[in-house]
């Protein structure tokens, strides 16, 4: 069994993993950094290498869940295939780095590939206001994310709604963390897991 967190940049679910993967026993398992070979051409022309870029990130993020839905452990999971997708891939779309027709191409792979894989069993949704990603961007202080625009993580929340709400099919829990700190709070933390704990029984414990 596996679940997924989903959330924006500052959204606190790479902390959630952790946390959870510490409380239930469970393996953590993190997008890895993966040395994407065409991303030297995407940066000297974008539209260019979009698809080939997009492509690649799809085939690695297949042959990581495959791996995942295989395992015999409980696997908590940052940032699953379906956000991947449907959040920054489609964002590149919508910026028009993919054409429609490369778009649809990829899209259509993309259905064709999760059709073969088990959907995670519970989807955890961090769902944030945009002054509350931008307070704890701010608060951990990572060089390269001080400069992110509102309107870049604003773009990213209505994207991350659509897919959440619209797009994703699975069974979803949304947790609305503007008034949680349930990293040093344990009452916080402690109300997210019972909430869990309500959707995963009787199937885990």
């Not at 953590?28 to 690649?56: C, G, M, Q, S």
């Not at 699953?80 to 899209?107: K, P």
């Not at 955890?124 to 307070?135: D, E, N, R, T, W």
Request: net charge negative.
């Amino acid at each position: 069994m596996y679940i997924a967190i989903a959330g924006n940049i500052g959204s606190g679910k790479t902390t959630l993993t952790r946390m959870l993967s510490h409380h239930y026993g469970w393996t953590a398992k993190f997008e890895p950094v993966v040395d994407n070979p065409y991303l030297d051409d995407y940066y000297k022309d974008i539209k260019r290498w979009t698809f080939a870029l997009e492509v690649f990130f799809l085939k690695q993020r297949f042959k990581d869940m495959i791996a995942i839905t295989q395992s015999e452990e409980n696997i908590v999971v940052d940032r699953s295939i379906y956000e991947g997708v449907h959040v920054f891939t489609a964002g590149n779309h919508d910026m028009g780095n993919l054409s429609d027709r490369d778009y649809e191409t990829y899209m259509s792979l993309f259905e064709q590939i999760t059709s073969m894989l088990q959907m995670p069993r519970l989807m955890i949704y961090l769902h944030s206001s945009v002054p509350h990603l931008v307070k704890n961007i701010q608060k951990r202080g990572r060089e390269y994310e001080q400069a992110m625009k509102i309107d870049y993580l604003e773009g990213m929340n209505k994207r991350y709604d659509d897919f959440v709400f619209n797009k994703y099919t699975g069974e979803k829990l949304v947790i609305e963390v503007d008034d949680l700190d349930f990293e040093h709070n344990p009452e916080d933390f402690a109300s997210i897991v019972r909430k869990i704990d309500d959707r995963l029984n009787p199937t885990l414990f």
